[in-house]
């Protein structure tokens, strides 16, 4: 069996594609960890001082970043220390905005 020489070429590519993607996901990641290491105050960092978190999120990327975020980042109102659990639950637990005229009864009773 023989191999057309454009197949191969045509696989090498989608690899490069696989591996540009994963490497930018990797990057993101990474400056999001830092940036919120970095924004967090030095009082709330649990296990280690500040700086050491970022010099271990910035020497292994992908590895330091999960670290951050488990063990180094201030746990939330939930308890938990990642940013997707801190969520309140439903519509009754948020805050309400500002109403609008119609919702306003100082506003209706001028009228």
């Given at each position: 069996?023989?191999?057309?020489?454009?197949?191969?070429?045509?696989?090498?590519?989608?690899?490069?594609?696989l591996?540009?993607?994963?490497g930018?996901?990797?990057?993101a990641?990474?400056?999001y960890?830092?940036?919120?290491c970095v924004?967090?105050s030095?009082?709330?960092?649990?296990?280690?001082?500040?700086?050491?978190?970022?010099?271990?999120?910035?020497?292994?990327?992908?590895?330091?970043?999960?670290?951050?975020?488990?063990?180094?980042?201030?746990?939330?109102?939930?308890?938990?220390?990642?940013?997707?659990?801190?969520?309140?639950?439903?519509?009754?637990?948020?805050?309400?905005g500002?109403?609008?005229?119609?919702?306003d009864?100082?506003f209706?009773?001028?009228?």
């Amino acid at each position: 069996m023989t191999v057309r020489p454009g197949r191969v070429v045509d696989r090498m590519k989608e690899c490069m594609v696989l591996r540009v993607l994963v490497g930018l996901g990797v990057l993101a990641f990474t400056v999001y960890a830092v940036v919120d290491c970095v924004q967090t105050s030095e009082e709330r960092v649990r296990g280690l001082p500040k700086l050491a978190w970022v010099m271990i999120v910035l020497l292994f990327p992908p590895a330091g970043g999960l670290a951050w975020l488990i063990a180094g980042r201030p746990a939330g109102p939930s308890g938990s220390s990642l940013p997707w659990a801190n969520r309140q639950g439903g519509p009754q637990d948020r805050q309400s905005g500002p109403k609008g005229p119609d919702d306003d009864p100082e506003f209706l009773k001028g009228l």
